[in-house]
Every structure is written in structure tokens, then in C-alpha cells.
């Protein structure tokens, strides 16, 4: 299934790793275009399983010693935010009666890291020492995907399903160890548009593996390659020294909205792109497959 108005790549003569990843960064845009990008914000929502809607808006821009990202969901007045400063993570969730930020443990940080990546995990990869591999061919609901496999030096893999005809990213499997123990996520990454000449879902589903019927989906309504975007809304509001510009979400008084419907503990993460989100009790973000009624 091809996104409407996405110029066709030639199919992958090779079965290499290398030649895989070549064919995808050019199909995305090329690797000029990409490293021309120094931040990107994106706006849509994000809709949990039982229709449980937010606004949603991801920034992402690249720091000097790392890619930063931050996350602000909102509903009735309150807004979750989740950030990565470059050191760390940390998140604000007013829904668990929470108006102060809290530093995410060593696990979730590094997920959220990932997450920051401006050229995903997959053009990063050699960048940060991790491993390629070409695992042959799998079919994905009817399309003979080519599969590869990113092993990052922690352990953490990303098992990437590419579309023979456009080359694009249609299904990123994500496995890493939370607390000991191994945690599965998969996405789904479609509606793929130009962002600064850089193709990117637009829309992506999310779900803990094993549970399909349980996904979130964010959805992309506007994009914009290199913002202006002040660094300060990276940082900790709660670390010492810090404070957030008056510009930036704030989370209102939790009882503002005493009746609002429960939300996840923590903001659907974003895989390379825009991401997904997780099951409710940890929900994360996931890239979209291109297909014509569907995004990131």
C-alpha cells in the first residue's frame, strides 16, 4: 500500500543490511536533507484506548552532546508533559496529583533518549555503535517486508519492517529491559509527509505486544522542520537552578478537573519520528506504516 503522492523507490536489488539502510535514508530524503534538520515540532492528538483523547505536541532538537525531545498532552486543563534534557528524563503528570516534576529512572530515560533521536535508531546506529543485521523478508498484512534488526551496545533492539516499494519504515517492533525484565512494544507508522524535505508518519499505533486491541494512535495534524525552539524547555523544571518560559504548557491546579477520565502514567512515547503510545500503564510511541487511510 503506497501513501498517495509519495514518489515510488526502485526495489532493494541487494540483501544487505548497508544496502537496506542506504535505499531507506534515500527513500526518506536523503542524508544532507536529514542532518539539515536541527529541530522539528509536531502537533495533533493522541487517542488511548476507549477514545480517550488529548492534544498532543512533540519537539524534538539536537542538543551538543544529545538529541532532546519533549512531550506535552493535554486535556481539561491539565497537561502531562514528559522530557528528555540531554542527561536524563523527567515528567510531570497531574493526574496522579503530581504539579512537580519527578526524575524518570535510568530505564525510562534511556527509552526517551531513543526516542530524541532526530535520524531514528536506525540511521543513528552507527553513530552510537550499535549493529545492523537483515533477518530476509516477513509479510506484513500482504506486503513481503524486508527486516532489520538494530542492536544497540545496552542490549535494546529495533526490528524494522520495510516496504519493498517505497523503502519507508511500515512496522518497528521495539524490545529493551525495563527493571530487569524484557517489555515489547510495536508500532505501526503510515501517512507519510515531507517535513523539511524528510518523509515522517504522520500517523502511528502503538500497543504492548500481545495486546493488538489495546492500541493508541497519535495523529499528526501539522509539522514544522526547525522552529525556533528555546532549550529551555528541556530542562527540569524542578532541578535546581531551572524554570520553564512563561511560553511553555504548565500543568493547572489537579483540582481543576477531579472528574476527568484516567490517563496513562506517562506520555505514549515517540519512536523516530512522531512516536506512539504504550498500554495505559506504561505507554509509549511508535513510527506508523504508510498506507493511504492512515500516520506516526
Do not use: C
Not at 501513501?3 to 542524508?31: C, F, H, I, W, Y
Not at 524554570?243 to 481543576?256: E, I, L, R
Not at 477520565?261 to 513510527?287: F, G, L
Amino acid at each position: 500500500m503506497l501513501v498517495l503522492g509519495l514518489p515510488l523507490a526502485s526495489p532493494a536489488s541487494g540483501q544487505t543490511a548497508d544496502e537496506l539502510v542506504a535505499k531507506n535514508l534515500a527513500a526518506r530524503g536523503g542524508a544532507a536533507k536529514l542532518e539539515a534538520l536541527k529541530a522539528l515540532r509536531f502537533n495533533g492528538k493522541v487517542r488511548f484506548p476507549g477514545d480517550f483523547e488529548l492534544t498532543y505536541q512533540e519537539t524534538r532538537a539536537r542538543g551538543p552532546a544529545s538529541d532532546l525531545v519533549r512531550v506535552d498532552m493535554a486535556v481539561q486543563g491539565l497537561t502531562i508533559m514528559q522530557a528528555h534534557d540531554g542527561a536524563g528524563g523527567w515528567r510531570v503528570n497531574p493526574f496522579q496529583g503530581r504539579r512537580d516534576s519527578e526524575r524518570m529512572s535510568a530505564d525510562e530515560a534511556r527509552s526517551l533518549a531513543d526516542s530524541a533521536l532526530l535520524s531514528g535508531p536506525l540511521h543513528n546506529a552507527k553513530k552510537a555503535g550499535s549493529t545492523i543485521s537483515y533477518l530476509g523478508r516477513e509479510d506484513f498484512d500482504g506486503t513481503n517486508a524486508y527486516k532489520l534488526k538494530v542492536t544497540e551496545r545496552d542490549g535494546d533492539e529495533f526490528v524494522y519492517l520495510l516496504d519493498p516499494d517505497t523503502m519507508l519504515e511500515i512496522k518497528v517492533t521495539e524490545t529493551r529491559r525495563l527493571r530487569g525484565s524484557p517489555v515489547i512494544y510495536e508500532y505501526e507508522l503510515g501517512d507519510y509527509e515531507q517535513v523539511g524535505g524528510v518523509y515522517f508518519p504522520m500517523s502511528i499505533e502503538s500497543w504492548g505486544q500481545g495486546n493488538p486491541n489495546q492500541r493508541s494512535r497519535i495523529m499528526i495534524a501539522s509539522a514544522e522542520a526547525n522552529p525556533n525552539v528555546n532549550a529551555q524547555i528541556f530542562a527540569d523544571p524542578g532541578a535546581a537552578g531551572a524554570s520553564a518560559p512563561s511560553s511553555s504548557p504548565q500543568p493547572a491546579p489537579v483540582d481543576q478537573a477531579e472528574d476527568a477520565a484516567p490517563v496513562p502514567q506517562t506520555v505514549p512515547k515517540v519512536p523516530n519520528a512522531v512516536n506512539p503510545a504504550q498500554p495505559p500503564s506504561d505507554p509509549k510511541k511508535p513510527d506508523d506504516k504508510p498506507k493511504s487511510s492512515n500516520r506516526g
